[in-house]
């Protein structure tokens, strides 16, 4: 992580009135690339993404507390503006309702923090670039849904249809370009299967990530 004065610097002289978007994620690569180049491409003067990367001990800690802890020692560290934000992405897939419910409570106390959480994970949010999950059937829902594994072996079935669809796909190299020229329809096809909006995240296949794609591309 740069450093307290580094930090200061950087935002007092490029970004002196840039929003700050800080994102902390479950995944180590696939966020980071995917979001990386969402912000390059709608590159702002008002907006200022910094994405946070774990620590070489910390590489295999990647519980939803352990991502929200990471956010909350960012604001300890630094003084954020009011219209700063904090995000936690993070996958609903092997994580308990009770460790789920907890950062979410711990996020709707707190202004800076927001979470976008993918049902069952973050390959739904970059199939959905590509596909349209929304015309899918029910049974093809559920599929996606349950994202297993055909054999221990091979890959989850989302990891596995990324693949297919984009030609290669490994979440530590893979073409974000390719996915972002999508990314509008992206975003509609998450709203619609976003269907209950208030709930703290989607009970059913769905993904918001989209909300903090908006921000990044200044749609708030």
Known sequence: MRSRNSLMRERQEAFRDA???VIASEGKDTERIYFK???????????????LERSETEQNNSSPEHVLKQLNDYKEQYALEADDELWLVIDKDRWTEA????????CAQDDYMH???????????????????TSLSPE?????????????????????????????????????????????EAIARAKTLDKNPTDRW???LGTRVYLLAESVMNRK
Do not use: F
């Open 140 to 184: 093809e829902q559920q599929q996606w849904l349950e994202n297993r594994r055909t054999s221990r072996r091979t890959d989850p079935y989302l990891k596995m249809r990324l693949r297919q669809e984009m030609g290669s796909y490994h979440e530590a190299a893979y073409d974000a370009q390719m996915l972002i020229t999508h990314v509008e």
């Open 99 to 106: 460790m789920l419910s907890r950062v979410a409570t711990e």
């Open 19 to 21: 929003r700050l978007i």
């Open 115 to 133: 979470m976008a959480l993918s049902n069952p994970c973050i390959e739904l949010w970059l199939l959905l670039h590509l596909v349209d999950a």
């Open 37 to 51: 180049a969402l912000a390059k491409e709608y590159t702002n003067p008002s907006v200022h993404v910094h994405i």
């Open 202 to 204: 989607p009970q059913t």
